[in-house]
């Protein structure tokens, strides 16, 4: 292989591939990105994955001779880095060595042979459907605060992406303790008739920097058990999180007793700072809504407490109520309008939270004994 290749394609190719490389070391083969010279279509293709998620994509070169070699991602990366704007020569040595040639510079990177490489993942689908790249960015973080951690509950360490319909996307993150819920209509959507699949968590920050960089649109499709999702030259492939995703329509309260409108932003910043001095690790806050007021209080007896006062619309029954501060601030930080709603029943039971007359974003979170 012997190519020359300008240095912003280069290392736009190389930081694409940046997070998806695997960095435990479980398999060392995978810390690299395969790269492959085709003299059919002039193209350097860069593939990199960690048999979860998978990118390939390609960009223009002057071939001098074609070929393949796997090197190391981050080291190749940051060398480019480095170099100055302008053509950069890359050559395959004996033993797969990988030479890097700009002007006086030279430097050779230690290869693998692109015959060890693991076999990448392909498809055959030509059932595609475009997908506003904004409003499905949009969707992840609307909803990927709320997927779990816990890998004992491998189902949980995604997000639900369902078509409900000819053309409504539903996607609904849960660990157990809250519950994100977000519904969009996406026009002429050619996906099969009903899709139900759980996007693991690392894919859809793939997902949502691969969109992030002023691209307006992208096709989506769903073949066996890979969610595959395209932009320009760009294909990532992700494997999908087997298991049945638990009925979350039964998780979300129907019927409430009390309904209560608060100003996001007064209620955001007194959240704050009254959760800086709750407990550490179940960030509890207690709220105590009586006539007209919403008073928000914290206690640890190793720092001391905290309480503030909010003026409110309220004219029912006294309710108290515990929450871990941080899952409501998620929801509020992810809230544009002026006003949310707190819709409520008892202390036992989950609250919803969602923009005030508004029903196609909802948040349920479960309550805490304080």
């Known amino acids: 292989m012997k190519i020359e290749i300008q240095k912003k394609d280069l290392l736009g190719l190389l930081s694409r591939t940046q997070n998806i490389v695997e960095k435990r070391n479980t398999m060392p083969i995978l810390i690299n990105v395969l790269l492959e010279a085709s003299a059919k279509d002039n193209l350097l293709k860069a593939y990199a994955t960690d048999l979860e998620v998978s990118l390939t994509d390609a960009v223009p070169v002057q071939i001098k001779e074609a070929g393949k070699v796997a090197v190391s991602a981050k080291n190749l990366f940051e060398l480019t880095k480095e170099l100055l704007d302008g053509p950069i020569q890359l050559i395959k040595k004996e033993n797969n060595w990988l030479e890097i040639k700009q002007g006086k510079f030279q430097s050779k990177i230690i290869g693998v042979a692109a015959e060890e490489y693991p076999v990448f993942p392909t498809y055959s689908s030509e059932n595609f459907s475009k997908m506003n790249a904004a409003e499905l960015k949009y969707m992840i973080d609307k909803t990927i605060y709320s997927v779990s951690n816990d890998e004992t509950r491998y189902h949980l360490n995604g997000v639900y992406f369902e078509k409900n319909d000819k053309e409504n996307i539903t996607m609904v993150a849960t660990d157990g303790h809250r519950l994100s819920l977000i519904k969009k209509q996406f026009k002429n959507l050619s996906l099969a008739e009903k899709v139900g699949v759980i996007i693991p968590k690392k894919g859809l920050f793939e997902i949502k920097k691969l969109i992030e960089s002023s691209v307006e649109e992208v096709s989506v499709a769903v073949e066996g058990s890979q969610f595959i999702l395209k932009s320009g030259t760009c294909v990532l492939m992700i494997r999908l999180i087997e298991g ?21 932003d007064s209620i955001l910043s007194s959240l704050k700072k009254v959760s800086l001095l709750a407990n550490q690790k179940s960030k509890a806050i207690l709220m105590s809504f009586t006539n007209n007021k919403l008073e928000i209080t914290s206690n640890n007896p190793e720092l001391g407490d905290a309480k503030d006062e909010l003026d409110i619309n309220y004219s029912g029954p006294d309710l108290k109520i515990g929450f871990n501060a941080r899952y409501v601030e998620d929801v509020l930080k992810n809230i544009e309008q002026d006003e949310v709603e707190f819709e409520l029943n008892d202390q036992l039971s989950p609250g919803v939270l969602k923009a005030h007359k508004k029903s196609d974003y909802i948040n349920v979170v479960m309550p805490m004994r304080i």
């Open 244 to 264: 049945k995703y638990p009925n979350y329509h039964q998780f979300i309260p129907q019927k409430f007793t009390h309904n209560i409108v608060v100003k996001r």
